[in-house]
């Protein structure tokens, strides 16, 4: 079951009505600082779907735009390492499919926006913190490969696209998850050149744990190999995305390479 968190009594009612079953998703009147979702079916909604290798930046420019947009951003990467925290606090092996697919039946997974940044809960605690660590990360690389693990999460994050304007992350969002996206960018940059961004990003959030960067340059090497060839929606671009090489590019110039292609969109 999945469900989206929100204030006080809300929550209990909307948990309460066994037909929501599913996160809402339209902002409603509130806090200025949390914004709680509902349901809308009445419009046709614009979905931005942005993927590409680990440590490439599609979070960082899909926050962005969607915050200069008005968009929905969905990190469908914080879902898959939702449930790596939840396996790893179970102590399950990351290659003990049998184990790690039974844990799924007993998994509740929560979003909430708060300051305008998606917070994932794991049966209810929140576990945001915890997504970006390097053995949560190795953990959600391995899992991620498992159908069972996908599919617990492929139909909640197309009922978010079905629901509101939405910028969507991933490795294979225009080409499983939103085939029908009407702008795909697939962002990309050498390992060398991603792994020194990670290495930056943990080391400014104390996160390295001890390790170095021919540490995180092996782990990203290991995990694109294991991303681009496993069996279920391996990560490529859609024949219809539009590739970006973000390898000698600032944030600002992604920033306007997606944005130029989102103008030349003519279904939006």
Do not use: W
């Not at 660590?133 to 391995?142: L, Y």
């Amino acid at each position: 079951m999945y469900k989206l968190l929100t204030n006080g009594q809300a929550c209990a009612s909307l948990l309460a009505d066994t037909q929501l079953i599913y996160p809402i998703v339209r902002f409603i009147a509130g806090s200025h600082n949390e914004r709680n979702l509902i349901m809308t079916d009445k419009h046709t909604f614009i979905n931005i779907a942005i993927d590409g290798p680990s440590g490439v930046g599609k979070s960082t420019i899909a926050k962005l735009l969607a915050s200069e947009l008005g968009y929905v951003y969905i990190d469908t990467g914080a879902m898959f390492r939702t449930l790596a925290v939840y396996f790893t606090d179970l102590g399950i092996d990351a290659a003990d499919r049998e184990t790690i697919v039974a844990a799924l039946d007993n998994i509740e997974i929560g979003i909430r926006y708060i300051d305008g940044v998606q917070h994932m809960f794991a049966n209810g605690q929140d576990v945001t913190d915890r997504l970006r660590t390097e053995a949560v990360s190795s953990m959600a690389s391995v899992t991620s490969q498992y159908g069972e693990v996908r599919g617990k999460l492929l139909e909640m994050q197309r009922e978010l696209a079905a629901k509101e304007n939405v910028i969507m992350d991933g490795r294979d969002i225009g080409t499983v998850v939103l085939p029908d996206a009407q702008v795909k960018v697939f962002l990309t940059a050498s390992a060398k050149v991603r792994a020194k961004r990670r290495y930056d990003q943990l080391q400014a959030a104390g996160k390295l744990e001890g390790a170095t960067f021919e540490d995180i340059l092996r782990d990203q090497e290991e995990r694109d190999y294991r991303d681009t060839h496993r069996e279920i929606a391996p990560l490529k671009p859609a024949d219809d995305a539009r590739v970006i090489d973000t390898s000698d590019m600032t944030k600002e110039e992604v920033r306007n390479a997606v944005l130029e292609v989102l103008h030349e969109c003519k279904a939006c």
